[in-house]
């Protein structure tokens, strides 16, 4: 594993100049989930915007019920407190995937894409997954962006995890500071974020510039359904646009939907 620097809220939060992410940072040694965490500050308004980081989860959480497995000191696990934000989830996990491509693509050269709904891979595999959540509070849409990106766990890790993942350090070969990672990634959430409500249409932009599937034949699963056809873009607030081999054109929800290997 590579070295085991702790993450410090000084070297993260943007303090007064962030707009909509990242104001104020909490780190946490341990936490269940920091999707969690996030929800219980959800009581002040001016909470909207706070970034809870944790150094290890005992619960961490992916999509559709599934895990999220990373080694103490390894990893960037953090949550997003979104209060009040007239936005749609789907479009939330589009502007948030797109950020993390542009933190990455900043200070590293490695090989990017993004893979409709929520994963950022290199090199092909996956080094970053995206859980949005969404509650009413007092009649309000809030949401909860969870983003687990992986930095410096080794290949043994992802083998004895039994996991087809891999991260940053071992794709790029270079020793990355995780500190650094989190403050760029937080500059970028709270301009993406802005961009949901200001100019959608440059992150559909730039999501599609990494993306793979589109124009591509894929299959998706819905439960116990499978469907098969050709990816024809994204709708930022819907899910994913799909000409289905035998039939209509059909929108794909994130929330119900995975995409078949
Ligand atoms: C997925 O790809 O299925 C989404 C994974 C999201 C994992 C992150 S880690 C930080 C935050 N806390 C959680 O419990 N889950 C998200």
Redesign the pocket.
Known sequence: MGKPETLSPDRIAKGPHARLVGHRVLVYPTAA????LAWSFSDRPDHSGLCVF?EE?T??????G?R?L?AKNQ?L???VLLLDCPAAAETLTLASAVAVADAIEEITSARLSIKWP??VLLGGK?A????TESRRLAGRPCFVI???LNVHQDRAFFESANLAATSLQLETGQTIDRNELAARLLNALDRRVEQTQTAPHLILTDWKRRNHQVGQRIGLCQGKQHFHGTCLGVDPAEGLIVQLDDGPIRLFAAAQTSILP
């Not at 970053?128 to 859980?131: D, P, Q, R, S, V």
């Open positions: 989930s920091t999707n969690d944790a989860q619960a961490g959480r992916g999509r559709q599934r999220w990373s990893a696990l953090f949550s929520n994963d996956k970053c997954g995206i859980l969870g983003i687990g």
